[in-house]
């Protein structure tokens, strides 16, 4: 089954505590994401990358590091979480191009973290 | 920069009512997609529609349709005879291939009561 598998579902951490959430997909897409999902805030984009090694920045990506060394992976790793990284994350991915499924995001299940 | 502007908050209906939902978008690329998604209870994302910048056709799916206006840069979706089952929170959202990122409205929560 195609699919974007991201881990942990749910976790409780301390302020400074490092932790990674992983994202894995099965689907051969050159591109994955990573969202934040705030009340009142939509989904925001933490970072992003095209391809393996390329990564760049998203319109929040404080906080946070990411990774690409292999194509189907994609963790986000929090050096030093603080309360106010407390959210709902999304990791997603999708074909590049101008085919039919091109920029169409599959979504993991999503993270929901919380920072003490 | 792009931006999506979903206006409503939160909308509630009873069932069988015709809703439709509000995105406005802003952008200066000539070239870009248009998406909607939706977020049931369950807290998943689910695609619903893509739709270019150069297709202005209106598209029917089912109870679905979205109405696509590059005038007004809107891309509005509409339920008719709305179900219980339709109850997420939906999502508007704008890619640029340059930028190669997914910008997001803030959502608008429907609630479809019997």
């Known amino acids: 089954e195609a699919q974007v598998t991201q881990n942990p579902r749910y976790l409780i951490t301390v302020t400074g505590k490092k932790l990674t959430v992983t994202c894995s997909q099965n689907?051969?897409?050159?591109?994955m994401s990573w969202y934040r999902q705030d009340p009142g805030l939509g989904l925001r984009q933490i970072y992003y990358s095209m391809n393996v090694e390329v990564t760049d920045k998203g319109d929040v990506p404080e906080g946070y590091k990411v990774s690409r060394k292999e194509k189907r992976n994609f963790p986000l790793i929090l050096e030093s979480p603080s309360p106010n990284q407390t959210s709902l994350y999304f990791c997603?991915?999708?074909?590049?191009?101008?085919?039919?499924?091109?920029?169409?995001?599959?979504f993991g299940a999503g993270s929901r973290l919380t920072v003490l | 920069a792009q931006k999506v502007t979903q206006a409503q908050t939160e909308i509630s209906v009873v069932e069988k009512e015709d809703v439709t939902l509000d995105c406005v978008y802003e952008?200066?690329?000539?070239?870009?997609?248009l998406f909607w998604y939706k977020q049931p209870p369950s807290g998943e994302l689910v695609f619903l529609i893509r739709?270019?910048?150069?297709?202005?056709q209106n598209e029917i799916s089912g109870r679905y349709s979205w109405n696509f206006q590059k005038s007004t840069s809107s891309f509005n979706f509409t339920i008719t005879a709305s179900q219980v089952v339709d109850s997420a929170v939906y999502f508007c959202?704008?890619?640029?291939?340059?930028?190669?990122?997914?910008?997001f409205g803030t959502g608008t929560r429907l609630q479809v009561t019997l």
């Open positions: 959202a704008h890619h640029t291939g340059t930028a190669s990122k997914l910008t």
């Open positions: 997603a991915s999708s074909l590049l191009g101008g085919g039919s499924g091109a920029n169409v995001l599959t």
């Open positions: 952008t200066r690329d000539t070239t870009y997609y």
């Open positions: 689907m051969n897409h050159e591109y």
């Open positions: 739709r270019n910048s150069f297709d202005e």
